[in-house]
Every structure is written in C-alpha cells, then in structure tokens.
C-alpha cells in the first residue's frame, strides 16, 4: 500500500502542487480583504486545501491516462508509472473520480459561485491535454488551467469575480505559458516527429523562449497592477522585485543551444516564485496589517 501510494504521488508529482497552491491563497486573501475587509477563515483555508489538492491531482491523473501511449514513445516519459506498467489505466481512472470528488465536496462547501464554476474547470482540466494534438497554444490553454488557482481562491472567499480577480488570473496564466514554453523546449524533436504542437517546436526553440520572455514581461504587469487596483503597499511591491529578478535568472539559465540547466529553470525558480509572491503578499495584508 505505501509503495503504490508513492507510485501515485509521483505520477501527478504532487511536490509541484507548490507551484499553483501559494496563488490560490494569494487569491483568498486579496479577495478577502479587497471585497470583504476581512481575512480568509481556517475553515476556509481548509477547503480551498483540499480543492487543489482534488483538482490538481484529477488534472494530473487524466494527462497521464490521456497521454499514456505519447509517454511509451517517449524516451524522456516512457518510465512514468501508466507506460512503465506500473500503474493500470483503470486504478489511474478510479484515481481520478476520487480527485473530482474530493473537488466537488471541498467547492460545495465554500459558496454556490464555485459550485457553479465546477464544470468550466473540469472542462479546462480535461481539454488542456488534448490540445498539443491540434495546436502551439497548447502552453497558453495550459496556463488558464493553472490560473483558476488564484481565481478560484478568490471565488473561493467571496463568491464574486471582480476585476482584480481577473488580473491576477491573467498573470497567473501568462506565468505558466511561460515557463511551460520552456519546459517543451526538450521535446522538440519528439513533438515534430509525432506531429504534436508546442511553441518550440512550431518556431523553434530561440524564438519559443523569446515568446516565454513576453509572456513573462506581461505576468510582471499584470503583478504590478494589482497594486493600483488592491490595498497592496510597498511590502507586496518588494516582493514582485524579487520574482522578476526570479524570472530574469530563470531565463539566464535556459539558452537556445544549452538546455542543461533547464529542470533548475523550470522546477526550482517557479516553486521559489509562487512562494515569494504568497510570502510578500502575506506580510502586506496579514502580518503588517495586525488583524
């Protein structure tokens, strides 16, 4: 029973789950204390927890199953647990149902808003793995996915969608597109010879990571916004310096003809980022404000 629960936990690489969560809670709390002048509750908490775990571990299940015969062809993925044999499709697809139910119970106790937005994200967690079969915007329908963390933070704790809510969103999703235009830089030639679709393998991999760098320019403004539109001070402000310093060396360490540094690009700078952003946001409305 524990080998197959690590076997599990490594299929959805449950340890990136610290690249979503952290802008979940961003979301709760701008959300809480932009609309409602207050701060997330524990309870509140508890749940939004237990949503992204259910969603990101359905989303990361149904890839796996989705993609499973991709992953056998690829020498890069061809070890994962479902092509490796060392899951079956059937206990992946039992897997799955569990996550959704775990999402459905979690959102039902938050406020109706997020019940009523369940079926878009479902949508979104299912269609994401099937568009790097038609299209190179693979990586930006793959970063509205992961977006929906903020906002569904947000919704979360005031069953509304504002403005702000949106911005953060965006950002959110830029930043992903981003870093997964990196990520796809290593498939190229596998992605070409499949016929599957990514930026890199569409423009190549010079031009994919210049498009990483727009998208990553816009999650800049689209952090640096907030502050126009929230209760956010100088505190929030110091830390988006950081993340952009983050973001400018997690592009220094990935070039067009050396891609070694590339898991430290993708896996270390991106869980350092979203911690930083939810740290700095913290102290500004939490811990300086003194609720």
Not at 39 to 64: D, F, H, K, V, Y
Not at 262 to 272: K, R
Request: hydrophobic content about 55%; aromatic content about 12%.
């Amino acid at each position: 029973m524990i080998r197959k629960t690590k076997i599990f936990l490594e299929m959805i690489k449950f340890e990136h789950t610290i690249f979503a969560l952290p802008f979940a809670y961003v979301g709760s709390i701008l959300g809480a204390v932009t609309e409602q002048q207050r701060l997330p509750t524990w309870a509140e908490c508890g749940w939004i927890l237990l949503a992204m775990i259910g969603a990101r571990s359905a989303a990361m299940g149904l890839n796996r199953l989705i993609d499973k015969a991709i992953d056998k062809r690829n020498p890069r993925t061809a070890m994962r647990a479902l092509p490796a044999g060392l899951l079956k499709s059937g206990e992946v697809a039992v897997f799955v149902l569990a996550s959704l139910a775990l999402l459905v119970w979690a959102a039902s106790e938050l406020n109706p808003l997020s019940v009523k937005l369940l079926p878009i994200a479902v949508f979104m967690l299912v269609f994401y793995s099937y568009t790097k079969r038609f299209t190179w915007l693979c990586h930006v329908v793959l970063g509205l996915t992961v977006g929906l963390a903020p906002l569904a933070g947000w919704v979360a704790v005031t069953g509304q969608v504002t403005f702000p809510a949106v911005v953060l969103y965006l950002a959110c999703s830029l930043w992903t597109a981003g870093f997964d235009v990196i990520y796809a830089c290593q498939d190229v030639e596998f992605d070409r010879k499949e016929g599957l679709y990514s930026i890199p393998a569409r423009f190549g991999i010079a031009k994919g990571l210049l498009l990483a760098r727009l998208f990553h320019t816009l999650t800049a403004i689209g952090f640096a916004w907030l502050l126009l539109l929230t209760d956010l001070s100088w505190w929030y402000m110091a830390g988006i310096v950081v993340s952009i310093g983050l973001l400018v060396y997690e592009h220094r360490l990935v070039k067009p003809n050396d891609l070694s540094k590339l898991n430290a690009a993708f896996f270390t700078m991106n869980g350092v980022l979203s911690t930083v952003v939810f740290a700095f946001t913290f102290i500004d409305q939490v811990v300086v404000k003194s609720w």
